[in-house]
């Protein structure tokens, strides 16, 4: 009886202890910065492929790639350790111990796994869809053996749900990996004595290696995860811009001019030369018709801000500066283009959930961007973190939508044309300056401009509120940005006569509004709190 009863107390205790992850953490060592890396191989591009980490062999060559949001490397000291490195992640995959045998090579169509290593005893293929569920173990690990190679059907997917992330899943193959066209894999693949090919519209949120044999990309985004003790990413510490934070557009030494209807938030000016074509019913700040004692502050500190831009160690190059934008990914970190750049497209800026993360663009030469170009910012990135540092003429094409604060040096700003959309300044240290129907919004604004330019709302030094996306289609996210102004706020949207369309009283700290019954084109907002505007700017209906 005493057996039994002991019995029966441990196995209910089994069932008291919590979820548990018995895999291995696998270390990775100098390879977690390389998104794509053969020890022994040539390593290939083709198309227009978005690469976010450092790519290399180390026994070959990298080419046919554009622009790489990382650092190309080929037979030098980092491949060197990346391949001991490589070689010891191999081997921490291989003493695994297995915890579950997969009977079946055809991996995804609706399957589900969690935590744990698992074996396919023979090539697999996975088509469909496979979830891999952490079950809200923090830390699950999933290891996926293949003794053989290993294939996916077209737009085969894996998902990550609760808790999982790609940082720590796995795959050892031993054998060929093959990617079919629309594939999204995540996780680290480790393939041994074997080539890795991945196709058209792939997407691998993780990193691709191979102990021996060539990589090959074509048309893809693979971008390595973060997570895991990787690095938090903040960039460079932003410049003090001083006087020249109250400025949306300015030149230090040259004309501004400006024709058709421009709209501006921030001052307007020059220190040498004169400001003219502005409307002041369309420019909230200050035009300065003439230099004066603000102009010349303004100037001052605009060179110190150049000079610590131009002063900064870049982490990454860019390259093929003639091949700038292309849907290129940046996450926050000194670039620098060697070259005149030819913005074509779109840009993303992606902060990684780090709101405070600086990106500096340093662009040894001119910057000429494409009609319809887009700066566009995700996961947390602000305009007024991000900083444009030219050397040369700036001209930024028809409808434009850009993003940060561009300070060219010693070049005229050609023009600024019909239609662009500016989140954050345009400064030039010397040269004419000129702008056709543009509409500028500098923001953050400092809070001493009134002793400069702009009087800012009393006791304001940050946005009340943040509104995303901007441009936006059928809904706009609101997120007050200080619980003490809940419930005395409220958001006034006006059409370009002057109209009010719309009167929204903040509630909550994260609110969506509906705005598909607004027809496209350009807006204006007020953000009201205790009677008094404490925000305002544009937004763009498409």
């Known amino acids: 009886m005493k057996r039994k009863l002991l019995l029966f107390i441990a196995t209910g205790a089994l069932f008291m202890v919590p979820k548990a992850n018995f895999s291995q953490v696998i270390t990775l060592g100098s390879t977690a910065s390389y998104v794509v890396f053969t020890a022994d191989g040539p390593v290939t591009n083709t198309g227009i492929s978005q690469y976010t980490g450092n790519v290399g062999t180390n026994n070959g060559s990298n080419t046919g790639f554009g622009n790489v949001n990382g650092v190309m490397h080929s037979n030098d000291a980092s491949t060197v350790q990346a391949k001991t490195d490589l070689l010891s992640v191999y081997s921490q995959l291989n003493n695994t111990t297995v ?17 744990g290593v698992y074996a396919v005893n023979a090539a697999a293929t996975l088509n469909g869809g496979l979830t891999l569920d952490a079950q809200g173990i923090s830390g699950a690990v999933f290891i996926i053996k293949i003794h053989g190679s290993f294939s996916t059907g077209a737009s085969a997917k894996v998902y990550l749900i609760n808790g999982a992330v790609a940082c720590n899943v796995y795959w050892q ?32 949120e993780g990193r691709a290696f191979s102990t021996i044999g060539a990589i090959t990309g074509d048309g893809i985004l693979a971008y390595t995860p973060i997570g895991c003790g990787s690095p938090v990413l903040t960039g460079p510490t932003a410049p003090n811009m001083g006087a020249a934070g109250c400025y949306a557009i300015f030149s230090a030494n040259g004309a501004v001019t400006n024709t058709g209807v421009s709209h501006v938030v921030g001052d307007v000016g020059s220190n040498q030369g004169s400001a003219t074509g502005f409307n002041p019913s369309f420019v909230t700040g200050t035009v300065h018709s003439l230099p004066d004692g603000s102009t010349s502050q303004c100037a001052a500190d605009l060179l110190s801000a ?27 970190h000194t670039y620098l283009l060697n070259g005149a750049a030819t913005f074509t497209d779109s840009l993303y800026l992606n902060a990684e959930g780090n709101a405070n993360a600086v990106f500096v663009i340093q662009i040894q030469g001119a910057l000429s961007t494409s009609t319809y170009s887009r700066v566009k910012l995700i996961n947390g990135a602000k305009a007024n973190n991000v900083y444009w540092k030219v050397e040369g003429a700036v001209t930024i094409n028809n409808y434009s939508i850009f993003n940060g604060n561009i300070i060219a040096n010693n070049g005229a700003v050609g023009a600024i044309n019909t239609g662009v959309v500016l989140y954050g300044r ?3 240290t010397t040269g004419a300056l000129t702008t056709d129907a543009v509409m500028a919004t500098a923001s953050v604004l400092p809070s001493n401009c009134g002793t400069v330019g702009i009087q800012q709302p009393e006791g304001t030094t940050q946005e009340a509120l943040t509104i995303y996306p901007n441009p936006f289609h059928s809904s706009v996210n609101l997120v007050l940005n200080d619980a003490s102004d809940l419930n005395h706020c409220e958001l006034k949207l006006y059409n370009v006569l002057g109209a ?8 909550s700290l994260n609110s969506t509004i509906e705005t598909a019954n607004l027809p496209s084109g350009i807006y204006f907002y007020k953000v009201i709190g205790n009677n008094h505007t404490i925000q305002s700017g544009r937004l763009i209906s498409q």
Not at 99 to 115: I, K, R
Request: glycine share 8%.
């Open 173 to 204: 193959v031993e054998g060929l990996v093959s990617m079919a066209s629309g594939t999204t894999l995540r996780g680290t693949i480790v393939a041994n004595n074997a080539a890795i090919n991945m196709n058209t519209g792939d997407t691998l």
């Open 426 to 428: 345009i400064l030039t």
């Open 500 to 507: 009010e369309v719309m009167n929204i009283s903040i509630t």
């Open 99 to 115: 915890t579950n045998t997969l009977t079946s090579s055809l991996l995804g169509n609706g399957q589900a796994l969690f935590a």
């Open 306 to 332: 150049y000079t610590y831009l131009n002063n900064l160690v870049p982490d990454i190059e860019l390259l093929y500066p003639a091949q700038f934008g292309n849907n290129l990914v940046l996450t926050p």
